[in-house]
Each structure stands twice: as C-alpha cells, then as structure tokens.
C-alpha cells in the first residue's frame, strides 16, 4: 500500500497554466455556447469546439455556492441514475461522482457522509484518487477541493461534515497540476467529469463527451485540466468518467450527448447514437454531487 501511494504522489507537480496551443485558446474563447437560464443565478450551456486536434463536446452547468445547497447524495449497495438520484433528492443539477464496484456498486472512494465513512479508496484506485471535495457545514454552501491521499482521511473526516475522494486534482491554487504517468487512463482520450469552483465561489460541474468520433472525441487528462482552467476554475477535481460521466439538471434533462435521462428539450438535437453496441439508461453506485436552492 506504501509503495503505492508514494509512487502515485511523485507523479503529481504543479505548474503554471498554459493553453495547449494558441489556437486552442482562441477556440474556446470564441466557441458558440447555447445556455439556458435555470434561475436564481444558475445556468447550463454546451458548445462542440475543435481543440487539441479533436472535436470536443463540452456541457457545463454553474451556480453561486453561497446561494445553493451542494450534496453528495449515495444509496447503499444500490444502482441508480444520476437523474433518478437528482431529482429524489429535489436537486436542480446533478452530476455523477467518484468511482464504485461495477459488481457490487460499492464505492472504492474514501466517502463521509454526516460524518460517518461509507467508503474507502482501495489500493487500486491510489493512482488516480488524490483530491476530495469537502464541506464542513450542513448546508454545503462552501465546497473546498484539494488534494488528498489516504494517510489524511481521518484527519478529513475530523475537520469535516461530508467528503468525496476521486480525482486526479485538475486544478490547484490556479494552476494546472501535470501527471508524468503513463496510463491510459491520464494520456487517451475518454469521457470525463469534473467538479470545481471559481475564486468568487462558483460552483461549476462539467462533462466532456466521448466515444463519438467526430463528435465528441474526449479527453486526456491533460485536456480535461486545461478546459478547467479555461472555465475560470481556481480548484478542480476529475470525478468518475467513461459511461458514468452524466449532466443533468432539472430544467434541461441529461445535458451531455449520451444523457441517461432527458426529461425535457436538450439545449441542441437530440444526442447521436455511439459506435458499437447501443447502450441504455446508465446506472451508477459511486456517490453523486447535486445541487440545490434551499
């Protein structure tokens, strides 16, 4: 377990932000958003913008954290939908959360719900699981991201209500952490889901599509730190991604091009089918985040 964790903390660094390419910062500063209002200060939008040689499909979904309740919402040995789970909880925005057993749909994440552990990161996960979300009051008005390994969750679970652990860290104090791994899972390109926030305490919750060629190509994990930093995050985690990555909100329904559920009019047509073999509504264990006006 020590030879583990060491090797997974000497791949993480920090440096200075920069745009991949010039090209693909004039790419994002001019893509062609379509939004929607979601009231109270909230709003969702989408954009397909050519970056990193690709076509990347971007849903985000933002709110003022002082203004919104933010929970991380977890059934017990359970398989549901983000959108099942958001709107029994009466959330406005949900978005799926860290990594679970496929068979058994228990989280493989450190996890502290009211205090209580209900999950814990396993030696597998330790190469990627460095970061948490964090609240420690009962409203979740104030979300706090940073990193994180497995010898401080019990300090974590002292100092706070609730807690997520996923990752990899994306952003931190402003700027993009760099990974020297090798694995799949940080240099191709997948489907990702993030959460993090803005200096002015903005909430913002992002997926990136993938498995669309041509559509929605994905992205490293290098690629998912750099749109963080374009979306203005000052802190930025990588959550579950792959077939669990989900957007969804009340108003607007499944957000991303393979929306599990989609309950109203999506922001643009209507998502395209993936190559391969269809899929159905996408049923996901690993805690989710949601957010809500009290």
């Keep these: 377990m020590n030879k583990i964790l060491t090797g997974a903390l000497l791949l993480l660094f920090s440096s200075s932000a920069a745009a991949q390419t010039p090209r693909d910062s004039i790419a994002f500063a001019t893509a062609q958003w379509r939004t929607a209002d979601l009231g109270g200060g909230a709003e969702c939008r989408y954009a397909q913008i050519d970056m990193f040689g690709s076509r990347q499909s971007i849903s985000v979904a933002t709110y003022p954290g002082r203004r919104f309740t933010t929970s991380i919402v977890h059934?017990?040995?359970r398989a549901?939908?983000?959108?099942?789970l958001g709107k029994a909880a009466g959330a406005e925005i949900a978005v799926?959360?860290?990594?679970?057993n496929v068979k058994t749909f228990e989280p493989v994440t450190f996890v502290l719900l009211d205090r209580k552990i209900v999950g814990r990161t396993t030696p597998e996960e330790a190469f990627r699981t460095n970061g948490v979300i964090a609240f420690k009051d009962r409203k979740g008005r104030r979300m706090e991201i940073f990193p994180c390994d497995t010898?401080?969750?019990?300090?974590?679970?002292?100092?706070?209500?609730s807690?997520?652990?996923?990752g990899p860290v994306l952003i931190d104090g402003g700027k993009v952490v760099e990974y020297t791994s090798g694995s799949s899972f940080?240099?191709?390109?997948?489907?990702?889901?993030?959460i993090g926030k803005r200096a002015d305490g903005t909430v913002v919750m992002a997926v990136i599509d993938g498995r669309f060629k041509g559509q929605g190509d994905g992205a490293t994990i290098a690629e998912t730190a750099y749109i963080a930093r374009q979306l203005g995050l000052t802190e930025a985690l990588n959550l579950d991604g792959g077939g669990s990555s989900t957007l969804w909100t009340a108003q607007e329904g499944g957000l991303n091009l393979r929306p599990e559920a989609c309950s109203h009019p999506p922001l643009r047509p209507p998502p395209l089918r993936?190559?391969?073999r269809a899929r159905g509504p996408q049923l996901h264990r690993g805690p989710q985040v949601t957010g809500q006006r009290p």
Aim: aromatic residues 12%; charged residues 30%; without cysteine.
């Design 80 to 84: 549901e939908s983000t959108s099942d």
């Design 163 to 166: 807690a997520l652990a996923a």
């Design 186 to 194: 940080y240099t191709r390109r997948h489907p990702r889901t993030l």
């Design 151 to 161: 010898t401080q969750y019990a300090d974590v679970a002292r100092r706070y209500r």
């Design 96 to 100: 799926n959360g860290s990594y679970f």
């Design 75 to 77: 059934l017990d040995r």
């Design 274 to 276: 993936p190559r391969g």
